[in-house]
Structure formats: structure tokens, C-alpha cells
């Protein structure tokens, strides 16, 4: 579905990927890991088109949108949720999920019929429907941001470290939720801090260490692997 070959993406003279082989099938979810630095963001945001990468291509379905406009990769089918978590404080959670799938240019009534049948999965949006985005809780903004990426219908989601500085609870919570989108039949590529629940969660993972991807393989030999830690540190970037 997405395959990522030899992506390099600059920030003027810097490289922050530096030519790394990705890809991800059809109901796949496959984590991202790597040290703080690591190229995890850029890598999504290249996907997402709202970074213009330097060189190598970005296929998805077999098509080019290497250097799509980040509309054009909505239209496409592959959302994001960055690590900004941007929810729009002052307007409503129906108002920040309706814009979601206004974004890009679908009906009133398909979105608000979309909107009632993801609310089954995000149950507390429900309840918060007409409150301000701002009032809602670290963990319920970050439902939102992921059930906003949802209105677009995307089958591809990109989730960036949707558990930063959220509670463990809420963190089991919000793994739950994606675990429970993944069975929706879409592709997930998750990139995330807490390395333990991710691969846990995956069924293959990419661990990338100053640019490059220093090791790969299924969820639970990345998880087995002794070099884990040291990629993580830097020592064999
Ligand atoms: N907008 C930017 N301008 C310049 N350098 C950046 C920018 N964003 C990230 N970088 C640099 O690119 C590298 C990779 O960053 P990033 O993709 O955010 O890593 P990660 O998400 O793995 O923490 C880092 O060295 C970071 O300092
Ligand atoms: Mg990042």
C-alpha cells in the first residue's frame, strides 16, 4: 500500500532522513521507533505532503505522490495527526470533527453521518460534543485530533507519538482505540516513544536512529533484538 524507497528530506543544508526503505501493506500496523531526533516526524510529514522531500519516492498504491500537496494525500486516503495535537480550543469538538471532513470537501450530511457512526468508538467525544476543544483533557484532545483524522475516511493513518505526556492509563486507552481502528480494516504507521507498547502492538517495526533506519523486522524480534538499546542511545547510528 505505502512503500517509502530511499527517502532523503532535507532542512536547508541538514538531513534530517537521510535515504531510509519504508513500507507498509494493507491492514498493517507498523511502528516507527527511534531516539528523540531520529527523523520519526519528518519521515511522516514528508508522507503526509507537508514537507517537501529532497530526493527518492513515496508510493502509495502503486502511484507517485512523492512531493503530493498534504490536500491532494488527504484526498488520496492517508490522514495524519501530528504530535502538536492541534485542536481548534474555541470552536466545538462537533465543530473541530465536521472540519476534519470539510477538509477535504466532503458533504454536510456524509460528514455528519460519519461523524455519528465514529462516535461508537470515541464515546467520551459524544458526551463532550458541544464543548469547547480547549476544556477537554490531554487524552480526550488527543481522541479528537485521531477521530478528526477519521472523518477524511483515510486508509492510511499516520499517528505521531499519540501518547506524549498522557497519563499510563490513558495511554492503555489510547492504544486500545487504535487497536480498535486497525480492526476497521485501515493501515496504521505509528510512530511512538513508548517503544514497549508499540511493538507490542505492531505487527512490524522500523527503528530509525539519525536518519537512517537501523533495524527492522516483526514487532517481536525488534522487541527481542540486544541492539534496541544501543540504536536508541545513538551508538550504532
Ligand atoms: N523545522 C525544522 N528545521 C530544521 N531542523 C529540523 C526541523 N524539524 C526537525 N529538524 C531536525 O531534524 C532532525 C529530525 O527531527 P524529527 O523528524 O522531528 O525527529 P523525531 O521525530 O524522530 O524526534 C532533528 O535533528 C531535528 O532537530
Ligand atoms: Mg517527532
Not at 512531493?67 to 495527526?81: R, W
Not at 455528519?112 to 468508538?121: G, I, K, P
Not at 467525544?125 to 475516511?153: F, K, N, W
Request: proline letters at 3%.
Amino acid at each position: 500500500m505505502l512503500v517509502v524507497e530511499n527517502l532523503v528530506v532535507r532542512y536547508g543544508p541538514v538531513a534530517a532522513v537521510k535515504g531510509i526503505d519504508l513500507a507498509v501493506g494493507e491492514n498493517e500496523m507498523v511502528s516507527l521507533l527511534g531516539a528523540n531526533g531520529a527523523g520519526k516526524s519528518t519521515t511522516l510529514l514528508a508522507i503526509a505532503g507537508a514537507i517537501r522531500p529532497h530526493s527518492g519516492r513515496i508510493l502509495f498504491d502503486g502511484a507517485d505522490i512523492t512531493g503530493m500537496k498534504a490536500e491532494k494525500a488527504v484526498a488520496a486516503g492517508i490522514a495524519m495527526v501530528p504530535e502538536t495535537r492541534d485542536v481548534f480550543a474555541d470552536l466545538t469538538v462537533r465543530e473541530n470533527l465536521l472540519l476534519g471532513g470539510f477538509i477535504h470537501r466532503r458533504r454536510r450530511a456524509a460528514c455528519e453521518q460519519e461523524m455519528e457512526s465514529l462516535m461508537t468508538m470515541f464515546p467520551v467525544l459524544r458526551e463532550r460534543m458541544h464543548q469547547p476543544g480547549g476544556t477537554l483533557s490531554g487524552g480526550e484532545q488527543q481522541q479528537l485530533v485521531i477521530a478528526r483524522a477519521m472523518m477524511a475516511r483515510p486508509r492510511l493513518l499516520l499517528l505521531d507519538e499519540p501518547s506524549l505526556g498522557l497519563a499510563p492509563l490513558i495511554v492503555n486507552h489510547i492504544f486500545e482505540l487504535i487497536e480498535r481502528l486497525r480492526r476497521t480494516g485501515i493501515a496504521i504507521l505509528l510512530v511512538e516513544q513508548n517503544a514497549t507498547k508499540a511493538l507490542q502492538a505492531a505487527d512490524r517495526a522500523y527503528v530509525m536512529s539519525l536518519g537512517t533506519i537501523a533495524m527492522s523486522g516483526t514487532g517481536a524480534e525488534v522487541a527481542g533484538s540486544s541492539d534496541l538499546e544501543s540504536i536508541y542511545l545513538g551508538r550504532s547510528g
